[in-house]
């Protein structure tokens, strides 16, 4: 069983930034390897994908609307995902979610993710 706790989340002014952090636990008989992702819902939306990465961190796959703005990155060693978040703007206001699926390859759909942090609010004022 691999648990995702995400933390990092917060208030901030637009053109602020922000680091998101999941870190991972797991049983040492789970697979080793996993690819993340992030994803976020608004107030009213439907959760959408913002970000997802492999598990060596050569893959990297973004939502448009964060291009430039957003990164993912990983450190194996410390078990730990992270996404930095710059230049936010109050539409980035959502609660981000950390997911994880195991094998070594990411995706944009949040079907494809087995495991799911509890989530973080992030509040983008104007």
């Known amino acids: 069983q691999v648990q995702l706790v995400e933390s990092g989340g917060g208030l901030v002014q637009a053109g602020g930034s922000l680091r998101l952090s999941c870190a991972v636990s797991?049983?040492?008989?789970?697979?080793?390897?996993?690819?993340m992702g992030w994803f976020r819902q608004a107030p009213g939306k439907e959760r959408e994908f913002v970000a997802a990465?492999?598990?060596?961190?050569?893959?990297?796959y973004y939502v448009d609307f964060v291009k430039g703005r957003f990164t993912i990155s990983r450190d194996n060693a410390k078990s730990t995902g992270y996404l930095q978040m710059n230049s936010l703007k109050p539409e980035d206001t959502a609660v981000y979610y950390c997911?994880?699926?195991?094998?070594?390859?990411?995706?944009?759909?949040?079907?494809?993710?087995?495991?799911w942090g509890q989530g973080t609010q992030v509040t983008v004022s104007s």
């Open positions: 990465i492999s598990w060596s961190g050569a893959l990297k």
């Open positions: 797991r049983r040492t008989t789970d697979e080793t390897s996993y690819a």
């Open positions: 997911a994880a699926r195991s094998g070594t390859t990411p995706y944009r759909s949040e079907n494809a993710y087995n495991y």
